[in-house]
């Protein structure tokens, strides 16, 4: 499920600002919250030493953003130790190299600056990385971390069942609608729009016909039936992540 589908649905998205360094990244796991000094990744190198296998680093850099804290080595070395990806509000460097190393890495930006490796941090602990919103968004040990192309999302822990059910429930009524627009259907009929609101609008006499006409599906989008002739997405069955991490 994407990450468009789960912030539907309760995720919580990341700052915008977020990009995924080579096309075609993503990964779902467990979070593992990293906090690094300005200008300083040592916090990183120990992450990757102390991390789960399966889990995805998320960085907040203090703030300090214009420094390359993750490169080829950092990312070699997290791929070699089974991390899932990275996730830091801070630039990246090297990134034709963490591409071809294939480790799912996004960041803010890009920078040939190289960051130091002795200042601190700390690892496992709550990080506040930068949102989608008017406050930082929390992230603690144990939430999961979602990232595609269209961004990045955190599923809190113990509501990660909760938020996917209803996805599954978002994605099979998308699929409904997809269904219905191969057919011929129009988007204004099946989201009950109002196209008198935009200027320019000509099809007031077509619209009436067709509002006329059976629907095939309703003008909400819960609650739909399946379209005749169509059958109902075959989704497999509901694999629930367990919120098995209790502290920060």
Do not use: K
Not at 68 to 89: N, Q, S
Not at 124 to 143: E, K, N
Not at 206 to 227: H, K, M, T, Y
């Amino acid at each position: 499920m994407g990450t468009v589908a789960l912030a539907r649905c309760g995720g919580r998205p990341f700052g915008t600002h977020l990009f995924s360094v080579w096309p075609g990244a993503g990964f779902a796991a467990s979070a593992f919250p990293v906090r690094c000094a300005p200008g300083d990744n040592l916090a990183l190198h120990v992450a990757i030493a102390q991390a789960p296998p399966g889990s995805a680093l998320v960085v907040d850099v203090s703030g300090e953003s214009e420094y390359g804290y993750v490169d080829e080595i950092l990312a070699v070395a997290a791929r070699t130790r089974g991390v899932a990806g990275i996730v830091l509000d801070g630039c990246v460097r090297d990134i034709a190299a963490i591409a071809r190393c294939e480790l799912p890495v996004f960041g803010a930006g890009v920078a040939v600056r190289e960051a130091g490796h002795d200042a601190g941090g700390s690892v496992g602990q709550q990080v506040f990385m930068d949102a989608s919103g008017p406050a930082p968004l929390p992230v603690r040990r144990g939430d999961w971390i979602v990232a595609d192309d269209d961004g990045v999302v955190c599923l809190p822990r113990g509501q990660v069942s909760t938020i996917i059910a209803e996805t599954m429930d978002s994605v099979s009524r998308d699929r409904e609608l997809i269904d219905a627009v191969c057919a011929g259907e129009s988007t204004l009929d099946l989201l009950d729009l109002d196209p008198s609101r935009v200027t320019g609008w000509e099809g007031a006499a077509d619209r009436g016909a067709r509002r006329g006409r059976p629907r095939s599906i309703g003008s909400r989008r819960e609650g739909r039936a399946v379209p005749e002739g169509h059958a109902r997405p075959r989704l497999g069955p509901r694999s629930v992540v367990g919120d098995v991490h209790g502290g920060d």
